[in-house]
């Protein structure tokens, strides 16, 4: 049974620093994302691991926001820095499977960028 665990969210001023993690249980993290939504709008991909090694951001966190797998591949994280308050959202780990060509979701966590 697959499993996304997410943690490290809360609250952090402007210009502060959060880092998220995923523990993935029952799957491989080769292709990874973090998405994030806020109330009222669809979800967003921010960050995402394709292959397990090739890295690719959005424009609006590029700079900012760094995703990274451990080397088991059973952890993942995004180190977020400089945030600023339209970072808030819900923020949710996908990984999706090769092995059954699905995609898979964490509960997500909360981020609040606010002072």
């Known amino acids: ?3 996304l665990v997410e943690s490290g969210g809360g609250l952090a ?3 502060g620093s959060l880092r998220l993690s995923c523990a993935a249980s029952g799957i491989s993290l080769n292709d990874m994302n973090w998405y ?3 109330p009222g709008k669809q979800r967003e991909l921010g960050s995402a691991i394709t292959s397990g090694t090739s890295t690719h951001y959005a424009d609006s ?3 900012r926001f760094t995703i ?3 080397s088991t591949k ?3 994280h995004l180190q977020m820095n400089n945030l600023k308050p339209e970072d ?3 923020y949710y780990c996908n990984v999706y499977s090769l092995f059954t060509a699905r995609h898979y979701w964490g509960q997500g966590t909360q981020v609040t960028v606010s002072s």
């Open 13 to 15: 001023q402007p210009g």
């Open 1 to 3: 049974q697959v499993q």
């Open 74 to 76: 059973r952890m993942m």
């Open 68 to 70: 990274s797998t451990n």
């Open 36 to 38: 994030r939504q806020t």
């Open 61 to 63: 966190v590029k700079c």
């Open 88 to 90: 808030t959202a819900l």
